[in-house]
């Protein structure tokens, strides 16, 4: 596997939240979306998914519940919550404001 | 991360915190799931891309890192913290006390008696003192009492005129004002229905008034009904429930009391009382129309109790200044009537000090006693745990070892702390329901409104308060100790008698001082307290208590309305009872000794100023006004009750209504009206109404002072009439009376037949209130007595407590010592010079936990103060007594560690270690 690019803490909180927005699911897929969605320039760190997920439940961002996966083998999928939701839309507009004054920066010649 | 939408996602936290709690073994099982089926689509992905089986798996294993890792981590994530830590420490300290089950138990038990007895208290002092009174806005209701301070701080009431005259607004603060005088009556019977003694009141309009509660049915006393020819009458709801069947219909209705019609006008609500009642007793069932008529009111008997309720923004003082200005002009209306005597002085009382302003220091001075007990049990517990900090320092260490910081242990010896602190408490809570039921039997007539006390919820806060209070302080000391120490020394070597063991040695000493001092303290205070009941029991009443039978009958107004009827009633009685076996005198008096007093009022002398026929502008004369205490008694009394006649004779069955008026004084009275001189033949008058002096009297015989009502009041100005002149103030012959019977044995076994002898003479006279002349001596020290009992228990727990500490630290210091002692003793060292070693050891703990205990209670007995009688606050006799109690009590504490001490081998003792 290539290198991972390191993530930021709460940018992975913000991956994950974005990815179940769409759809609920388990961990190992989570971490395929996000690769999947980001060209494969994205490799979770799969040691710091699972702490993240059960961080962010403890939270009440998501919640959990236990279903059947796609190969008929039982599995923890997770969802947003209402609340989750809300943050998730905050957290993009921080993120994208964020992001916009990175590049004030590092535009030469202001 | 932000704390946005805190609110709305604790539907969701919290059942994820509950699970983490409880159901932890679970969740554990659902997170290896989760990873492994992580590692399983890994593993196939891996063999999809074409590794073996094996390579897939080990692959997988390998992106994702440390799987027990990443668990603790998941598991980090579940935030209980606190709690899950909590209460791992509690199951841990449980296991380890299930190991310790001797000294658990002792801790255990020495904290049970120290919160239990704090529990008790504060269960009194909540019930007593802090719960409101039922009445509405309580706190505006005051009493304004006269008193004459000199003569024993009697409570004197209002005068009939004087309540007129308040009530009709000359004291605007007063915005409402009563009086009500408790007194029982008869309530007829009825087909099949016994006549029924009840307790009653009279009662004067404004009374409902100015304590706010109106009746559920029909009115409250008006003023028409005082003057009106009829006496109009509101039922308790007891009384109504009971013999009226709840009836709506009594409103209107007139039943017989005391042989007179009483036109039913309303009924109370449950529960009520009026002031004086709150103290204790049976409650009135009947409140009857105060019968006062404007013209004639009575100006010199101050019998009725007040009640009165103060105006919105008006203050006790204002009061005060009117009501003494209202008094001062009726003063100058009717001198005669006044009271005057040079310390006459009159106090607007709030009704909650009215109550228990007595008690209040007893309680405060218990809670101190109780809190004293507290700080002994907890620094005997905290000793105990020292003791034990040699063994834990091991298992401390190692728990630090493995990664527990200095926070973290100092938390789980708190919480074992805590738990044994519980366990206290919930032993103590069981010891002070046994207690407070002790107190509520013995307690009645020494503490108001003990029917208030038990334990509610405040009570049950208090003493879980307690409990964390005494975790703390008991557990800080060991916990700072052993955490605080260099936790690696005790892993490599045995920690006796390092410089830790000495720390702990001194900090022992330190507790053992402190307990001596608060438990010397605790026992002065007790002390004092029993010189001052030995004291009162000195006191002579004035009459021979012993062999004595007191009972109260009373007569139907309706058969016995003349005088002659009841004069001839009791003498018929009386012989029956002297003619019984076993009797040796009897008699009748209008009310017996230590029960309160019967009537008073003013005199004159004859000889002195004319007294002013309520014409104003009339100066009062130096002895017009004067006060006493007068009493109806019958031939026979004064032998009956054992009056010690000084001069003349006693009233005999020739002073009849036909005989010259005559009536028999006290020394107190003789020495204030004519001092230096011979009082017999000397003639004086009662004031009987206003403008109404009743004829004159001569003195026939002097008696030595009896007491009223309690044993500590200073004498008062008394006399006695022959119920046959029938100078009764009311004019109304006296149709309750007591029989005071003298017996040859024990007076109980004659109640029987003094019972049938007055049903023989008339079966419709009911019998009550029996009790022994012993018993009237017993009630009248109540309150003192009651003091000194829980007191003294507390004092003799604390000297218990204190012992075993003094004990604890000795044997202690044996075991650490032994060595020590041994090589002295190899060395020569006879027995006398060991026990010097200990006994000199114990001493200082003595002596100087004594210094700090006696100083401290020199400066605090002060509080003590007003329960003390015949005794000063520092009495250097109780102090010093004391002293030599403790020292005695420590002698005998070393008694076992200086067994064990002569009894070490110095051999054994070298070659150990």
Known sequence: MTKPTDLVQGTLDLLILRTLALAPMHGWGIAQRIRQASNEVLQVQQGALYPALHRLEQQGWIQAEWGESDNRRRAKFYSLTPPGRRYLEAERANWARLSAAIDLVLEPGR | MTRRG???????????????????????????????????????????????????????????????????????????GYLENLLQDLRYGIRSFGRNRGLTAVAVLTLALGIGANTAIFSVIHGVLLLPLPYPRPDRIVSPWQATPSSGDTRLGLSEAQLVRLRAGAAPSLAEVGGYLLQGATLAGGPGVEPERIAAAWVSAGVCEALATAPALGRCVRASDESGGEIAAVLADGLWRRRFGGDPGIVGRTVQIDGRPTLVVGVMPGGFALPEELAGGEPAQLYRSLPITAGKLNWGSYYLRPVARLRDGASPARALAEVLAVFAALRRENPGAAIDAPDYAVRVVPLRDDLVGDVRAALWVLLGAVAAVLLIACANVASLLLARAAERQREMAVRAALGAGAGRLVRQLLAESLLIALAGGAVGVGLAAAGLSVIARGGAGAVPRLGQVGLSLPVLFFTLAVCVFAAVLFGLVPAAQIAGLDLHRPLREDGRGTSAGRGRHRLQSILVVTEVAMASMLVIGAGLLLRSFAQLSRVDPGFAPHHLLAVQVNLPRRRYGENQRTTAFYRQLLERLRSLPGVQAAGAPSAPPLGGPSGDTRFQIEGGTPAGGGTAGRPAGGDAGRHVYTWLVTPGYFQAVGLTLVRGRPLLDADGPASPLVLVVNETLARAAWPGRDPLGKRLRLDLGPAKMGPWIAVAGVVRPVTIRGLDEAPQPEAFLPEAQGMAEDGFPATSMNLIVRTAGEPLALAAAVRRAVSAADPAVPVSHLRTGDELVAHAAARSRFNLALLALFAAVALAMAAAGIYAILANAVRLRSREIGIRKALGAGSREVLRLLVGQAMRLTLAGLALGLAAAAGLTRFQQSLLFGVRPTDPLTFAGVALLLCAVALAACGIPARRALAVDPVEALRSE
């Not at chain 2, 969740?27 to 063999?47: C, K, M, S």
């Not at chain 2, 897939?56 to 980090?76: D, F, N, S, T, Y």
């Open chain 2, 6 to 80: 805190a609110g709305g996602r604790w539907a969701y936290k919290l059942p994820l915190r509950l699970r983490s709690l409880w159901g932890k073994q679970r969740l554990d099982a659902e997170l290896a799931a989760e990873i492994e089926f992580h590692l399983e689509r890994q593993t196939e992905e891996n063999a999809a891309r074409g590794m073996a089986p094996r390579e897939a798996r080990q692959a997988a294993l390998r992106a994702l890192g440390g799987v027990e890792q990443i668990k603790e981590e998941c598991r980090a994530m579940r935030r209980v």
